[in-house]
């Protein structure tokens, strides 16, 4: 049986987001978004998986697995990397999944985080959505941000996590890290008694539930900045995920509640980067007294049009981005294509002749 710690040291080196231990698979590693088979590696049995998964857990979570069958935790692995660990039960056994965390926070530079969000640190309160599908890298840009508060402003910062993923060193601001299951019971809990705990900043790190959408809203209303993750595709439908989770009778209040605490919507997907590596394409929505009328109104489906005409204000749709992450070469069309919301506009946009070349 193949050591873990050194199977996962190995897809680090390799560039490796994720590890994926399989009963009847070798060790399966995603690089650059796809997966491959770890080199020289043989198929793992049942009992291999167990023996592989249960190295690296501590006797509570091994507890906590063999109660619920599920397990979501972190651990770090010294000199390689802190990782995300999802354990599970599936036919043939156990299988898990580690997401490796990079030791460094990046900068806003090195994952091309654009002026106008960058920005939303400025917020004196509100509420910022980062969303898209797990594995888009959500919370590497909510980490950037955190890091550029801690870095500059004199504040404090309450972060709520399954698990927690980055790991901050106070620097000028104060930085607290509570993990759900381990520190809390739950984002819900952890969100009621956030607001006796002082904090300027709090990250949410995933809005699941009723009840943690209405107190993330809560403190947003209060006075506090609140960064939180939803899993949307776009701007309208983050605006219309959180209004959706309340009974119909309370909908129109949500959404007056909403069009004024809302302060941005940022919708990223990862695609491949031509010439290796992967890089981010980001739609971005700032809520302005416009767009606040068309969610309040409940016209989310025409948000699309601010967001078009939202160039001075920063604001790019996803379409818009793909088509100038073309131009710059730096995705192929035939990447974009696969996340746009209409093809026929990334062509359009990024100046494309039939046969699918830039003019």
């Known amino acids: 049986m193949a050591d873990l710690t050194e199977v996962l040291r190995s897809a680090v080196a390799a560039g490796a987001s ?13 690089v650059q978004g796809t997966m ?3 080199p020289g590696l043989p198929a793992l049995g049942a009992e291999d998986a167990e023996k592989m998964v249960y190295s690296v857990l501590s006797e509570t979570q091994r507890a906590a697995f063999e109660e619920k069958w599920e397990l979501d935790g972190s651990f770090t692995l010294p000199g390689a990397a802190r990782f995300r660990l999802n354990a599970f039960r599936q036919k043939n056994g156990i299988g898990a999944v580690f ?30 959505l980062v969303t898209g599908p797990t ?13 550029m508060i801690n870095q500059r402003d004199r ?19 104060l930085v607290v890290q509570r993990e759900v299951g381990t520190s809390t019971q739950s984002f819900a809990e952890a969100l009621k008694h956030a607001l006796r705990q002082d904090p300027d900043v709090v990250l949410i790190g995933e809005m699941r539930d009723l009840e943690t959408i209405q107190l993330a809203i809560t403190a947003a209303e209060t006075g506090h900045l609140c960064f939180g993750t939803l899993h949307t595709q776009d701007a309208p439908s983050s605006v219309d995920r959180i209004i959706d989770v309340f009974p119909a009778s309370q909908q129109a209040q949500v959404r007056l509640q909403v069009s004024t605490v809302l302060q941005a919507v940022v919708c990223q997907q990862l695609l491949p980067r031509v010439g290796g590596g992967r890089v981010c394409a ?9 767009v606040a ?28 981005y793909l088509a100038f992450l073309i131009q710059q070469k730096q995705v192929t069309p035939e990447d974009a294509f696969s996340v746009a919301h209409d093809a026929g506009t990334v062509r359009a946009l990024a100046g494309m002749t039939a046969v699918g070349a830039a003019a």
């Not at 994720?18 to 590693?29: I, Y």
């Not at 490796?100 to 994952?111: N, V």
């Not at 739609?283 to 007294?289: R, S």
């Open 155 to 173: 504040k404090t910062v309450l972060t709520i996590e399954d698990p927690i993923e980055f790991v901050y060193e106070d620097k000028n601001s």
């Open 135 to 147: 594995g888009s890298g959500k919370s590497t840009t909510l980490a950037c941000l955190v890091e």
């Open 99 to 128: 997401r490796a965390i990079p030791s460094k926070i990046p900068s806003p530079a090195e994952i091309g985080l654009m002026p106008s969000i960058a920005n939303l640190i400025d917020l004196p309160r509100g509420l910022v």
């Open 293 to 320: 009328n068309l969610i309040r109104d409940g016209k989310t489906h025409q948000i699309y049009a601010a967001m078009e005409a939202g160039a001075k204000y920063g604001m790019v749709t996803m379409d818009q």
């Open 18 to 30: 994720d590890l994926h231990l399989v009963v009847g698979q070798p060790p399966m590693a995603r």
């Open 282 to 290: 980001r739609e971005f929505l700032k809520v302005t007294t416009a």
């Open 36 to 38: 491959r088979p770890m």
